[in-house]
């Protein structure tokens, strides 16, 4: 008699990333370790990366406020991980009765060496060493989310959406088949499905699609964690924690199986303006605006300065709003220094913006896009170009409807 070949499936390593919103309660916790199980099941591995509970991390913030007027960056990052230690435990709890067998471990303690940066920590290496021998043993390793151990060896957190980063980074290590990043949407949209009843769910998205996305406005998932993911070329499935539908795949490029000119329009209500009048136009000015803003992390993001006029011009950059007060403060400061004539603030603007790597050889879609905006009356007061983006300042109360309007005019409904 012949031998009998029995044919075994090659096991899957999967990093899940769960959210505040799917960790929210003990329900949520216990429903989350059952889709743990169910998906070990199936005969993979999993390593799961959890954030802090629901509001949480709003709820110490809130009790940091109250108790100090100094709130120390190092003391600040201490309590603000507590959130993720918490829920780590918990999970681990909620596998083990469901006979599950799991470890939990610190960002420190799985690996995770960042800067020294507090509060936005960025990492620099990762050796989750601990985290694989879990993974070695048969059972689960669940990681707190956003979190490490810096160069002089003090706990880091690495600011908002790093429970992302962490799982991207850990997929990275790991040498994982694909991480999966649940949220409370089903995926990558062609819209905003609050602003446009007609957005459609991606099946696939590029790398660079995603980044400009998440760089303009899209809330979901972080975009630090889609710069790794496309950096290392870490697959991810962007998806529901509470429909566990398919979702999103983000892919390089040639491995995306949709491949239309425009993949979505993305609005975004959250920037202001400043305007510095009256600058002296001399080498070394624009140098002397935007340093010291850089160095105190506001994120400037869209720049016009105009045409010179006997020996001044203006400059004008987007930011984020909740920076303005402080990126005002800078400039005010600046302006004085270089001899400007002064500053000014605007907070009644927004910005949409159009997505797709299909631009990039496809002409037409500056001309397609500014028809459409001037046909509905609305004015563009800045535009900002890359290679597969457009994206126009206009007023924030024509967001909306400039969204619809382009969301339609490239027929972003048809799948």
């Not at 601990?130 to 689960?140: L, N």
């Not at 490029?253 to 305007?275: C, F, G, L, R, Y």
Request: glycine share 8%; proline share 4%; charged share 20%.
């Amino acid at each position: 008699m012949p031998p009998i070949r029995v044919a075994f499936k090659p096991v899957s390593l999967i990093i899940q990333k769960f959210g505040g919103t799917s960790v929210a309660d003990p329900e949520r916790i216990r429903e989350v370790a059952d889709h743990v199980k169910r998906t070990r099941d199936h005969g993979n591995d999993v390593v799961l990366v959890v954030s802090a509970m629901g509001k949480e991390t709003d709820h110490l913030l809130r009790l940091a406020e109250e108790v100090s007027g100094t709130r120390p960056a190092r003391e600040m990052d201490m309590l603000i991980t507590a959130g993720e230690r918490k829920a780590i435990a918990l999970m681990c709890m909620a596998l083990h009765d469901m006979d599950v067998q799991a470890d939990s471990f610190t960002g420190s303690q799985a690996g995770f060496l960042t800067d020294t940066n507090h509060q936005n920590a960025k990492i620099l290496t990762i050796n989750p060493q601990r985290v694989q021998e879990t993974i070695d043993a048969g059972r689960v390793a669940v990681v707190a989310g956003s979190q490490g151990v810096s160069t002089d060896n003090n706990v880091t957190f690495l600011g908002r959406g790093g429970s992302d980063t962490t799982a991207v980074a850990l997929a990275h290590g790991l040498n994982a088949d694909a991480c999966e990043l649940y949220t409370d949407v089903s995926g990558v949209f062609t819209t905003d499905p609050r602003v446009c009843d007609q957005a459609r769910k991606l099946a696939s998205i590029s790398f660079d699609e995603l980044l400009e996305m998440t760089a303009v406005g899209c809330p979901k998932p972080a975009m630090r964690s889609v710069e790794v993911a496309r950096s290392y070329g870490v697959r991810l499935h962007v998806r529901s924690a509470f429909t566990w539908e398919p979702g999103t795949w983000v892919d390089k490029e040639e491995n995306t199986m949709e491949k239309p000119i425009i993949s979505a329009v993305v609005p975004d209500t959250s920037q202001a303006k400043v305007t510095i009048s009256g600058v002296p136009d001399n080498p070394g000015i624009a140098a002397a605006i935007f340093r010291p803003l850089a160095d105190q992390n506001v994120n400037v993001d869209m720049i016009v300065q105009n045409t010179s006029d006997d020996g001044v011009t203006d400059i004008s950059f987007t930011l984020p709003t909740e920076q303005l007060e402080i990126g005002t403060e800078i400039m005010t400061k600046a302006a004085q220094e270089i001899g400007a004539a002064g500053v000014s603030t605007d907070n009644t603007i927004g910005r949409v913006s159009v997505v797709g790597a299909g631009m990039a050889s496809n002409p037409g879609v500056a001309a397609t896009i500014f028809e459409t905006l001037s046909n509905e009356g609305i004015n563009i007061g800045m535009i900002s170009t890359s290679a597969i983006r457009v994206s126009c300042v206009v007023a924030k109360s024509d967001v909306e409807k400039a969204t619809l309007v382009l969301h339609d005019a490239f027929e972003l409904d048809k799948g």
